[in-house]
């Protein structure tokens, strides 16, 4: 699996990434179809402290690809809520394949 990280309005981070890499690899494990993740980071301004620190993931896998988005008050609880988002996604569609 090849996993490209992306950031805007957002620094590097190097910590970021080896989180995400973590909860994506644990994915893969269980899910072996994934080809390709995608991880934007990008912050916004919202009236709400909870809010504003955004994690998207793009996952490539046969058939249509898989998206999940998160915005929390830190990238770590967005990039675990994305992943139990995608967890959910990619169960659903194992139980299709396994149906076909």
Do not use: W
């Amino acid at each position: 699996m090849n996993i490209n990280f992306e950031y805007h309005n957002v620094n590097a981070s190097k910590r970021l990434e080896e989180f995400a890499k973590e909860k994506l690899e644990s994915l893969y494990t269980k899910f072996q179809i994934i080809i390709r993740a995608d991880v934007f980071f990008k912050t916004e301004n919202t009236s709400s402290d909870e809010t504003g620190m955004i994690c998207n993931i793009r996952l490539s896998v046969p058939g249509p690809r898989l998206f999940a988005e998160a915005s929390n008050s830190n990238f770590k609880t967005s990039i675990t809520e994305s992943i139990n988002d995608l967890e959910k996604q990619l169960t659903k569609k194992k139980g299709k394949l396994a149906n076909h």
